[in-house]
Nanobody, 116 residues
């Protein structure tokens, strides 16, 4: 059974850091492209980081230089390190997988709140 489980969200002050984790189950992780998305109230879900199966990364300008996506194929884990967080980064963050032959999978989401 395909499953993605996020963890690591919480409340952080502006300028602080958080690291999100995504545990993957039920598919061949090493050949799967992984992403992190976020959705704030009243906004569409948007991509914040993407990593290919061979480790190439991409970010939108809004998070470039602050967020870093990584993966550990030995543990079937994806990570999102978020630094210099801003109030506008507040959202529910979702782990995403584009699984060859199976399609798209989503985690349940983890709340990130940036506030003083």
């Amino acid at each position: 059974q395909v499953q993605l489980v996020e963890s690591g969200g919480g409340l952080v002050q502006p300028g602080g850091s958080l690291k999100l984790s995504c545990a993957a189950f039920g598919f061949k992780f090493s050949v799967t492209e992984m992403g992190w998305y976020r959705q704030a109230p009243g906004h569409q879900r948007e991509l914040v980081a993407y990593i290919t199966s061979d480790g190439q990364r991409d970010y939108p300008d809004s998070v470039k230089g602050r967020f870093t996506i990584s993966r550990d194929n030995t543990k079937n884990m994806s990570y999102l390190q978020m630094n210099r967080l801003k109030p506008e980064d507040t959202a529910v963050y979702y782990c995403n997988a584009e699984i060859p032959g199976l399609g798209t999978a989503w985690g349940q989401g983890t709340q990130v709140t940036v506030s003083s």
